[in-house]
């Protein structure tokens, strides 16, 4: 099948505009730090429900925010190349429905497997354990320590360290290439060519396989396989109501 764009911008609205507001948010961590001490991941970056820094709205915000300007970057960069012809394609409303759609999706599964972990931690822990990490926990991270004892090590990190970044949406629009544009390389390096449709299957794999593997990384593995999980869904969808 032969995809028409409905209009042909290198940078369209939508990635236009996400990338505008996310840079605004990048610039104003990295002063509202310097200038005034104030870290904006501690209050727009995502937290388990069971923290007490949550928040509903981080739901969204957290998206928005970047770690670094590396994180922020290559998000970006992935988002406009991957990105770009779909919005031709789908137009600007269909784009940024389905960018928003797998963004919180992938949300929605990173929770319900932190979830998972932490009442896997507090079954194997003391009242006075978990009631000395909700009490300290953040005072601990926030001078560069943690606790000695594991689980609570484990445990202070699920509940006082946020998620940030907009990499679970960015690998829903991966997915949404690889199914729009199976046949159409992507050169790895600029030197290696491999079809669309098994770059987004081997790059699925890896994340799967990271997810079990690298437990308690800071990289939100499972963030990325919900996006591209509800991206799926969601391109199924209006595919069997001919919406694309």
């Known amino acids: ?5 409905r209009s042909f911008n290198l940078l369209p609205e939508v990635i236009k505009n996400l990338m505008i507001i996310n840079g605004l ?19 727009l970056g995502l937290f388990l429900p069971a923290s007490p820094l949550f928040e509903p709205y981080q739901i969204i915000t ?14 970006m960069f992935a988002l406009w190349m ?23 999706g992938a949300a929605l599964l990173h929770l319900g497997v932190l979830y998972w972990e932490y009442f896997s931690l507090v079954n194997q822990m003391s009242t006075k ?10 005072e601990y991270l926030n001078s560069g320590r943690n606790y000695i004892n594991s689980n609570q090590a484990a445990l202070n990190h699920l509940l006082n360290m946020p998620t940030v970044g907009a990499s679970g949406a960015v690998f829903g629009v991966l997915l949404a290439f690889g199914m729009m ?4 390389y992507i050169y790895i390096y600029l030197l290696f ?30 963030a990325h ?4 999980l509800f991206g799926f869904f969601l391109i199924q969808h209006w595919r069997r109501n001919r919406q694309i």
Do not use: C
């Not at 948010?25 to 209050?43: M, P, Q, R």
């Open 129 to 138: 354990e978990i009631l000395d990490v909700t009490t300290y926990g953040t």
């Open 82 to 104: 991957f990105g770009m012809a779909l919005e031709n394609v789908w137009g600007a409303k269909r784009f940024l429905i389905y960018y928003l759609v797998t963004g919180l």
């Open 193 to 222: 060519p491999i079809k669309a449709k098994y770059f987004v299957a081997v790059y699925g794999i890896f994340e799967l396989y990271n997810g079990f593997s690298n437990q308690g990384s800071n990289i939100a593995h499972f």
């Open 225 to 228: 396989l919900g996006g591209m």
């Open 181 to 184: 544009f199976p046949n159409q």
């Open 25 to 43: 948010f990048f610039v104003a961590t990295l002063v509202f730090n310097s200038t005034f001490g104030i870290d904006l991941a501690e209050y």
């Open 62 to 75: 957290h998206m928005f925010m970047h770690g670094s300007l590396m994180h922020i970057f290559s998000n």
């Open 1 to 5: 099948m032969l995809l028409q764009p």
